[in-house]
């Protein structure tokens, strides 16, 4: 069973560009969280989806950021006309559904996006 | 919102004694806590589970305990070793939904041989 997949792992974008940002969960796993990583700080949630509806979006910015987790296909992460404060590391991680209700998260390798 | 610490950024200690790392949390009780292990480059890897009706986890040479009197876990890794360097961060559930996590800011632990 592979792990959380994304791509591509580094992306570099001039500004003003669109960055697009996958990530497969784990096989199984229907809800799909992103977050944003600066150097030497720790992870700041971003949003929590599930097949085809957003959870929670509260830690995304209002405007340039979008995430959708289609019904076929990986979840994606858009920023549209980045700046240079961009930069960072973005993590996806995935969860399963269990009667539980309460399991860890599988995280990605991450996306290192450089905005020149 | 939830506002977590982490005790001090980095700490070092010496191979072989127990490393011991602090969560201290200031709002809501959360109903379960998370530690996990970051290394450079590369996505958090998941250690340890607590939820706010168990005092104590273990697994191997990790410990966790949690007191919601205090707000605080503490997360122990006996017999340290240069491979247990690494990033650790603690996480709380956002009591937004099912696994949704709001994490610390992490202590960077270096184990000197």
């Known amino acids: 069973n592979a792990g959380v997949m994304q791509n591509p792992r580094h992306l570099v974008r001039r500004r003003g560009q669109e960055a697009r940002l996958r990530c497969s969960p784990m096989?199984?796993?229907?809800?799909v969280y992103w977050y944003r990583q600066l150097p030497e700080e720790g992870l700041k949630f971003m949003v929590y989806?599930?097949?085809?509806?957003?959870?929670?979006e509260s830690g995304m910015p209002k405007e340039r950021f979008s995430a959708e987790f289609p019904k076929e296909g990986p979840s994606i992460l858009r920023i549209q006309q980045v700046v240079r404060g961009d930069s960072a590391a973005y993590f996806c991680?995935?969860?399963?559904?269990?009667?539980?209700?309460?399991?860890?998260?599988?995280f990605g390798p991450g996306t290192r996006l450089t905005v020149l | 919102s939830q506002k977590i610490e982490q005790n001090s950024e980095a700490l070092n200690i010496q191979e072989g004694k127990t490393a011991t790392l602090t969560c201290n949390y200031t709002?809501?009780?959360?109903?379960?806590l998370q530690w996990y292990r970051q290394d450079p480059g590369r996505g958090p890897v998941f250690l340890l589970l607590?939820?706010?009706?168990?005092k104590e986890k273990r697994k191997e040479r990790l410990k966790v305990t949690f007191d919601t009197t205090l707000k605080q876990s503490l997360f122990h890794i006996t017999a340290s070793q240069p491979a247990d360097s690494a990033t650790y961060l603690c996480?709380?559930?956002?009591?937004?939904?099912?696994?949704?996590?709001?994490f610390g800011t992490g202590t960077r632990l270096t184990v000197i041989p």
């Open positions: 991680a995935s969860s399963p559904i269990t009667l539980a209700g309460v399991h860890e998260q599988f």
């Open positions: 096989k199984g796993h229907s809800h």
């Open positions: 989806l599930q097949k085809e509806n957003i959870i929670d």
């Open positions: 709002n809501y009780s959360p109903a379960y």
């Open positions: 607590i939820r706010e009706n168990e």
């Open positions: 996480a709380l559930d956002r009591q937004t939904g099912a696994n949704n996590l709001f």
